[in-house]
Structure formats: structure tokens, C-alpha cells
């Protein structure tokens, strides 16, 4: 007669079911969001502060003794001279009209406003200029001229994607930390319930290593389950964010998150592992 | 092949359940042990069958000092150990079979190995029509018959019984008891634990009584020369 050769010795229902199924996507899910976001916004800083310092400018206003059209020949020659710089444009006045308009309101620059003379530089991306060097040969030949590299705009925009880093990877220490309280009180509860069980199987001769086995490869499972539920959650997420952030829908980006439920799956494996075999250790 | 030298077992900060023991059971013997309710039976196969350390004293099983050993080498010992809980632990969710082979399914043993022997040993005890029965739909006696197959399915070198006939008839419980005597034929060595006079009276092997937590051999004068003093 045929009998099957594995046995489910720790019965499913004696162990955490739906409740930490649920919890588990939940997290899943969570860690997946805050990390696709944290992902998403360090790609956009990284692009803006890629356009931010691609851009120098360079303003010319008029000093006590010189108009600033009487300095713009000098500054040219400069920029023309200077290593690292591509090309530049002199921007018209209607161009900075254009680009005042927005704050002022259209209409409301007339042609005897003073405007400064506005260059806008862009320089090599292979072996871009010394910024403070050609600032102050720029102050030299032109008082009136002042090199813009938009440090303080660059400035703020690395502490954002700083904070939004910080808090993304805060928000996956919690989600971690709250996973693995949740796998450790169910692995408890799971010891409690089975503890005759156990009992039964130290007396025939099982290592604590055998009788961990068994509820590893019961959470493990759960977990495998849960955490992939929730990655399919995260993915149709970003999915649909795709269109508002095309890059949300890219392969690239979202094979990023597929680490997250291995990383469930290997923390379930851990606290339970490592909680039962020190429960077991505290008996004889 | 079980020595216990001046052993005393207390159970946290409670009295003394067995004090200043000391036993040589050879090789081979066979031990009734018996006495009242209370005097220690179950504490004392506890510290034979390693489920329990001695407060005081040491416990040697097959040569070793049970206390010196590495917990995964009191596992593998407990392996050479077959035990008949009182009350019977089989585990409610697996069938008769599962139950009784789980022994050698946790040594590593092939299935195809240990099957027919596993099928035989039930037909043995009378379970070879219950085999995919589960414990709760057994009788009384049935579970203790389950649970000795379970404890001798290894064949091991010890084979410690908490009162295995006290819930069936005397013909069942004589017939396991002559299953016992054959293993002990092949150098087995056995202890059991029971409060059936009938029993000991039937069988005469030597008797170990205690009371109040000491130890004494109150039958039989066949006690094993070679080990010097002892019970």
C-alpha cells in the first residue's frame, strides 16, 4: 500500500492563517511604495540638478559709471575665451519679458522698465568651467556682471531628495521592524499552541533545527504568498501612476521593487528561525 | 546502561520529588517501578528519558554523562530511547501510521525502507486495520497500543513505559508485555512504571519502589551481581 512521504507534523490551522497574510501584503505593499516613490523622486532630483547645473547664466547690470551694454563686449570676449564653455546666448528683451511674466503678470512690463542684460551660457558637460574662477575674471572686466550657477536653487533641491531618501528609508525600517514584530508574535503563538507537539517530537529524537524547519517552511510560505499579493499591488499602483510619471511604468524602475518581497520572505525566515530555535533552547 | 548517581530533582522552588537517588540499571534488564501516587515514578523516568536535568546529581545513559552532553547530542540519544507516556501524546492530526513511524521519518530514514516493517509491527499490535485512522477515533486502548508501537518502531536500546497497560484489557496488556519481553530478549533494556500488582506478580522481573521520593528494590534477588550495590 502506498503512503504519502511527507507529513504536515504542525497543523495549519494551529498557526497564524489570513491575519498574517494580511498584514504581510500590507507591509509588502508599503515597502514597495515607499521605495518606488523614494526611487521615482531621486530620479526627477537627479534629472533637475543634471538640467540645474547644465545652466550658467550670466547678468549684467548697469554699475554707477557704466550701462550694462557698455560691459556686454567685455563679458563676451570673456565667455568666449574661457575653457569649459559650449556656447552662450544674449537673451533679448523679449525673451526676459517672457520670462518675467509669469510673476508679473502679462502687460504689466513696459519698455521703461530697466530689464539687465541676461546671458545664458551653457557650458561643456565633458569638462564644464571652473565656476569660481570664471565668476571672478567675469567681476573683473565687468563690475556690473555677475556669473550665476544656481547653487542655492541646486542646494535645495539636494536637501529635498536627501529628506525624501531619509524618509523613505524610514518608512522601511518601520514597515520592516512592524513585519517582523507581526512574524514574532504569530511564531509565538504558533510554539504556544504546538507545545505538545513539540514535546512529543524532542522525545522521539528531533533537533531543535528539524522542529524549526517545520515552522519556517509554514511562514515562509505564508509569507511568499502575501508578500507576492502584495507586489502585484504595488506594481498596478505604479502602473497607473505611469500616467502622471511615465518612468513610473518602465520595466526598469519596476523590477526595482522585486527585491521587496524576497526581502519579506528572508526576514520571515529569520525571526522565525531565530525565535524558535531560542525558544527551544530555554528546554532541556 | 542507566545510572543515576545521588540524583534529587525539584521542580522550580517547590520540595524535593526525588531525593538523593542513586541507580544502576545494567544493560539488558528489565525494572518494574512502582509506587504510590505521588512518590516520583513519572519525575524519575523524566530524568531516564531526558525530558527533565537533575537538580542535583547525574544522570548516565549508555555510558554518558547525560549532563556533559551537547543538546544535539542528548537529541540523537533520545533517538536510542523509546518511551509510553501515561497519556499516550499521539499527535491528533496524523493518522496511526504517520504517528507510530514519525520516529523514523525525523532519523531520516527512507520510507521505503522501514513501510512493510512499519505495516507489520501494526498488524502486531492489532492496528493493522486502523491505520489511517486518527488518534481521537481510537479506543483508550488502542492509543496506548499506537503509542508503544511508536516507542519500539526504532527498536531502541531503552525503552521506558509510564504505565502502558493501565487502559486496556488484560489480555491486550499481557500481550504487550510479552512484545516488551522479546525486545528485552534482543538486550533491550526496559522499565516500567505501573501500579497493576498483577502485573509484577505475573512477570517476575525486579521491582523498584518509591516512596517519598527514595528508592528501594522490594522483589526479586536477581539483582545484576556485577554492578556492586545497587537497585
Redesign the interface.
Known amino acids: 500500500?502506498s503512503?504519502p512521504?511527507k507529513?504536515?507534523?504542525l497543523?495549519p490551522e494551529s498557526l497564524a492563517g489570513p491575519a498574517l497574510s494580511a498584514v504581510t501584503m500590507v507591509m509588502t505593499f508599503l515597502a514597495c511604495l515607499a521605495l518606488g516613490c523614494s526611487l521615482l523622486a531621486d530620479r526627477a532630483a537627479d534629472r533637475w540638478l543634471q538640467r540645474a547645473t547644465s545652466a550658467l547664466s550670466v547678468q549684467i547690470v548697469e554699475t554707477g559709471t557704466l550701462s550694462a551694454e557698455e560691459q556686454l563686449p567685455n563679458v563676451l570676449r570673456e565667455l568666449r575665451a574661457a575653457p569649459g564653455v559650449e556656447s552662450f546666448r544674449v537673451l533679448t528683451r523679449d525673451d526676459l519679458i517672457a520670462l518675467l511674466e509669469p510673476w508679473l503678470g502679462t502687460g504689466n512690463i513696459g519698455e521703461d522698465m530697466p530689464l539687465p542684460l541676461l546671458i545664458e551660457v551653457t557650458p561643456d558637460p565633458d569638462n564644464p568651467p571652473a565656476t569660481q574662477a570664471l565668476s571672478a575674471q567675469i567681476r573683473a572686466i565687468a563690475p556690473g556682471a555677475r556669473l550665476d550657477t544656481h547653487g542655492r536653487w541646486r542646494e535645495t533641491l539636494e536637501s529635498t531628495a536627501n529628506a525624501l531618501q531619509l524618509f523613505a528609508a524610514l518608512v522601511l525600517t518601520m514597515v520592516t521592524l512592524a513585519t517582523a514584530m507581526v512574524i514574532l508574535f504569530a511564531t509565538r503563538a504558533g510554539l504556544l499552541a504546538n507545545e505538545?507537539?513539540i514535546?512529543?517530537?524532542?522525545?522521539?529524537?528531533?533537533?531543535?533545527g528539524?522542529i524549526s524547519r517545520r515552522f519556517e517552511a509554514h511562514f515562509i510560505g505564508r509569507t511568499a504568498l502575501a508578500a507576492a499579493i502584495g507586489l502585484a499591488a504595488a506594481l498596478v499602483f505604479f502602473y497607473t501612476l505611469g500616467g502622471l510619471v511615465a518612468e513610473a511604468r518602465s520595466g526598469g524602475f519596476l523590477i526595482l521593487l522585486l527585491p521587496m518581497p524576497v526581502a519579506a520572505i528572508a526576514l520571515s525566515w529569520q525571526v522565525t528561525r531565530r525565535y524558535v530555535l531560542r525558544r527551544l533552547?530555554t528546554q532541556? | 546502561m542507566i545510572r543515576l548517581e545521588n540524583v534529587s530533582l525539584r521542580y522550580h522552588q517547590g520540595p524535593e520529588v526525588l531525593r538523593n537517588i542513586n541507580l544502576d540499571i545494567p544493560q539488558g534488564a528489565f525494572r518494574f517501578l512502582t509506587g504510590p501516587s505521588g512518590a516520583g515514578k513519572t519525575s524519575l523516568l523524566k530524568l531516564i528519558?531526558?525530558?527533565?536535568?537533575p537538580s542535583q546529581g547525574r544522570v548516565y545513559l549508555m555510558g554518558h554523562d547525560t549532563a556533559a552532553q551537547s543538546?544535539?547530542t542528548?537529541?540523537?540519544m533520545?533517538?536510542y530511547i523509546g518511551?509510553v507516556f501515561q497519556d499516550f501524546?499521539l499527535?491528533?492530526?496524523?493518522t496511526v501510521?504517520?504517528n507510530i513511524t514519525?520516529?523514523l521519518?525525523?532519523?531520516g530514514h527512507k520510507?521505503s525502507n522501514w513501510?512493510e516493517n512499519a505495516?507489520e509491527l501494526l498488524n502486531w499490535v492489532g492496528l493493522g486495520e486502523r491505520?489511517d485512522a486518527l488518534p481521537e477515533t481510537l479506543s483508550g486502548g488502542e492509543q496506548q497500543r499506537a503509542a508503544i508501537a511508536?516507542a519500539v518502531i526504532t527498536r531502541p536500546r531503552i525503552i521506558i513505559a509510564d504505565e502502558p497497560t493501565g487502559n486496556v484489557d488484560p489480555e491486550i496488556g499481557e500481550r504487550l508485555l510479552r512484545l516488551l519481553i522479546e525486545l528485552n530478549k534482543m538486550g533491550t533494556t526496559i522499565v516500567i512504571a505501573t501500579h497493576d500488582r498483577q502485573l509484577w506478580e505475573n512477570f517476575d522481573f525486579p521491582r523498584l519502589h518509591l516512596d517519598k521520593g527514595q528508592i528501594e528494590l522490594v522483589s526479586h534477588m536477581a539483582v545484576d551481581k556485577e554492578s556492586g550495590p545497587v537497585l
Do not use: C, S
Not at chain 2, 49 to 53: K, S
Not at chain 2, 91 to 94: A, C, S, V
Open positions: 500500500m503512503r512521504t507529513i504536515t507534523i497543523p505538545e507537539i514535546h512529543v517530537l524532542h522525545q522521539i529524537g528531533a533537533q531543535d528539524y533552547r532541556i | 528519558f531526558l525530558a527533565h536535568a543538546r544535539k542528548r537529541a540523537l533520545r533517538r518511551v501524546r499527535i491528533d492530526h496524523l501510521y504517520e514519525l520516529p521519518r525525523i532519523a520510507q513501510h505495516v491505520l511508536r
